[in-house]
């Protein structure tokens, strides 16, 4: 069960240097933290720094968490068990060897979900399993095994989950019973406030209040757009009188904006979604009817003007 698994993916990413402390939201997971909630979700579009902020609270407080970066090839319920176990394993080793033998026949995985809460039970300190980047889950029956995991959870052990959409879990009911706790794209937005403390304090590039105030309202509190928007100065050196009117252009046409959006959004999208986002990229304005009429394709049910979640970036281009 054990082998052939990437053991970075259960590293706890490292404190960067330009990243800057947010006690507002700190104190949010803290207080979910003391209140036991079973899971905290962070959902937000890309780009708003869910792993960094939970990293860095892990870091700060140096709290016990065992870390999983998942992708694609976690779907498979073995791969994604395996590396759970072994998240899990790497802070707390005296968790039973839940070797091959304890795994079911395929699509049925209760048996070793069973023998693992059980096991989480005989420990009695508190500890923390962070599953990042849960949007690249599609899969049922992995869905499944987490929410059998989070309704039968021992009082010790806490979720915390980031995600660029919400998971099919039973959501409602956890908010419902006080389980849950939520930080959202209003929650992870940079303030003004740390806005300039990022540009001038982690980034150091001293502008004026004004200055400030004009990148924070052309980057909405977008965490990568305020990135690409610092790294795009740098690289044209304008001067001190000519950073105004750079913030003032400085829109998603951005080459590293637009890199990031095509990395990190675009191609990670269904061929069928990028195919429809090319043909509609003529339009100024998007709606279902208009949509049809360019791609040649019927009920796309699209809202006026909106996009879904995972594709939208604050700034306009």
Known sequence: MFENLLVTKLYIPPVTATRI??????????????????????STPAGYGKTTLIADWIHSHKLPAAWLSLDEGDNDPVRFLSYLITAIRTLKPEIGDLSPIHFPPRGSDQGILVALVNELAKVSELFLLVLDDYHTIYAQPVHDALAFLIENLPPNVHIFMASRADPPLPIARLRARGQLLELRLSDLRFTAEETATFINQAIDLSLSLEDITALD??????????QMAALALQASG??????????RNFTGSNRYVLDYLVEEVLRKQPKAIQTFLLQTSILDRICGSLCESVTQVGEWRIESGQLPATLQSPISA
């Open 21 to 42: 402390t947010r006690p507002r939201l700190f104190q949010l997971l803290d207080e979910g933290l003391r209140l036991g909630r079973r899971l905290t979700l962070i």
């Open 217 to 226: 309202s052309r980057t909405e509190g977008w965490a990568a757009g305020l």
């Open 238 to 247: 304008p001067e001190p009188q000519g950073s105004a009117e750079f913030l």
